[in-house]
C-alpha cells in the first residue's frame, strides 16, 4: 500500500510501486486533467505539484509520491494562485487546442508561488520544458504577467467544465 495525499484527500493506493504516477493518477484515481503525450518527460503535458514542485508525472513512480502531496489541475480552480492564473489564460485566450495547457497552467502557478514578479527570461527559464505545440508561447507569456499583476481574483466557477479524456 502507498499512503499519499492526492489534491488534499488522503489515500492509500494498492498499486505497483514503480507505476508512473500519471498512470495512477489517470485510471486508477480517475483524475483525467493530467495528460499523456510524449512519455518520456520532454514535453510537460504530465505536470503535477509533488510538495508543489512541478514534476513529470509520465516518468515519476508513484513511489516517489510516498507520504507525500500531488496536486493535479483539478485541485486548480479552488487554489488561489491557481484561480489567478487559469482567469489569466482566458483572459488572454492562451489556449488553441488546449491539450498542453494543464501541464503549462501547472508550471505557471509553481513558478509564481516560487516568484511573484519573474521577469521574460524567468517565465521563459521555467516553461521551457512544457511544449505548446500550437505556438501560444507568447500568451502564454503575458498571461503569466498578467496573474502576476493582478491580486486576488473570485473565479465564477461555472467557467471550468471537467474535461472527459
Not at 510524449?38 to 515519476?60: E, F, M, Q, Y
Request: a neutral charge; aromatic letters at 4%.
Amino acid at each position: 500500500m502507498i499512503k499519499l495525499t492526492v489534491n488534499g484527500e488522503s489515500r492509500s493506493l494498492d498499486v505497483p510501486a514503480d507505476t508512473p504516477i500519471l498512470w495512477v493518477l489517470r485510471d486508477t484515481l480517475k483524475l483525467t486533467g493530467t495528460r499523456f503525450s510524449c512519455g518520456v518527460a520532454v514535453c510537460g503535458a504530465c505536470t503535477v505539484h509533488l510538495d508543489g514542485n512541478p514534476i513529470r508525472s509520465c516518468v515519476t513512480p508513484i513511489s516517489m509520491a510516498e507520504g507525500k502531496h500531488i496536486t493535479t489541475i483539478e485541485a486548480m480552480e479552488k487554489d488561489p494562485m491557481g484561480q489567478r492564473v487559469q482567469r489569466a489564460w482566458m483572459d488572454e485566450a492562451v489556449a488553441q487546442c488546449g491539450f498542453c495547457q494543464a501541464g503549462q497552467v501547472m508550471s505557471a502557478v509553481a513558478l509564481l508561488k516560487n516568484n511573484p514578479n519573474p521577469d521574460d527570461a524567468q517565465i521563459d527559464r521555467q516553461m521551457s520544458g512544457n511544449i505548446c505545440r500550437c505556438g501560444t508561447y507568447p500568451r502564454i507569456r503575458k498571461a503569466i504577467h498578467r496573474a502576476a499583476e493582478s491580486g486576488s481574483v473570485s473565479v465564477d466557477e461555472s467557467l471550468f467544465t471537467e474535461v472527459k479524456a
